[in-house]
């Protein structure tokens, strides 16, 4: 039962991600922030690949921006570490 939940919780932030991505742009912090959750997602399923690609993303959208949200930066090492 919890691997079902697994699946539908990464279909589930897929699908965020998308959403604020098309609504709102990537490059937006909600856009961030949803794309790091799906990679958080992504880990859990064992999804290493994938997951190190959004991460890597992310932290290059940041740099390039020139920006520090410190929540982001968090999860960002929280992810890194796993």
């Not at 740099?63 to 890194?80: A, F, K, S, T």
Request: aromatic share 6%; no cysteine; charged share 30%.
């Amino acid at each position: 039962m919890a691997q079902e939940d697994l699946k539908n919780a990464l279909i589930y932030k897929e699908k965020s991600w998308q959403v604020a991505k098309n609504l709102l742009g990537d490059d937006v912090i909600r856009t961030l922030s949803q794309r790091l959750r799906y990679a958080e997602v992504l880990q859990k399923n064992h999804h290493f690949g994938a997951a190190d690609k959004h991460l890597k993303t992310v932290q290059d959208r940041l740099q390039e921006q020139g920006v520090d949200y410190p929540d982001l930066q968090q999860m960002i090492e929280r992810l890194n570490k796993a």
